[in-house]
Nanobody, 116 residues
Framework: QVQLTQSGGGLVQAGGSLRLSCAAS????????MAWYRQAPGKQRELVAT???????NYADSLKGRFTISRGNAKNTVYLQMNSLKPEDTAVYYC??????????WGQGTQVTVSS
């Protein structure tokens, strides 16, 4: 089992920045991929970025250049740095982990609100 604890988020004006954190605990050795997703009101959850245990990173095309996913030195923490935020970035952001056995785990979600 993997537990994910998120922190960060909040209210920011358009053009501002926020950093989200996600700390994994439990069977972290089993994690192959960590990811950030987001879900805006009335919309489906969408993938924001992924980072593999080997360090390969991918982003949603629409977010490249503004969002950066990274890992801490201990590799059990993942960050999402969000710059030049827009009102359309307003959503609940979720951290996720996928194990080698394809089990998925989710953080509790954190609200990001960008005011215009």
């Amino acid at each position: 089992q993997v537990q994910l604890t998120q922190s960060g988020g909040g209210l920011v004006q358009a053009g501002g920045s926020l950093r989200l954190s996600c700390a994994a605990s439990g069977s972290i050795f089993s994690i192959n991929v960590m990811a950030w997703y987001r879900q805006a009101p009335g919309k489906q959850r969408e993938l924001v970025a992924t980072i593999t245990s080997g360090g390969t990173i991918n982003y949603a095309d629409s977010l490249k250049g503004r969002f950066t996913i990274s890992r801490g030195n201990a590799k059990n923490t993942v960050y999402l740095q969000m710059n030049s935020l827009k009102p359309e970035d307003t959503a609940v952001y979720y951290c996720a982990a996928i194990s080698a056995a394809m089990a998925s785990y989710w953080g509790q979600g954190t609200q990001v609100t960008v005011s215009s």
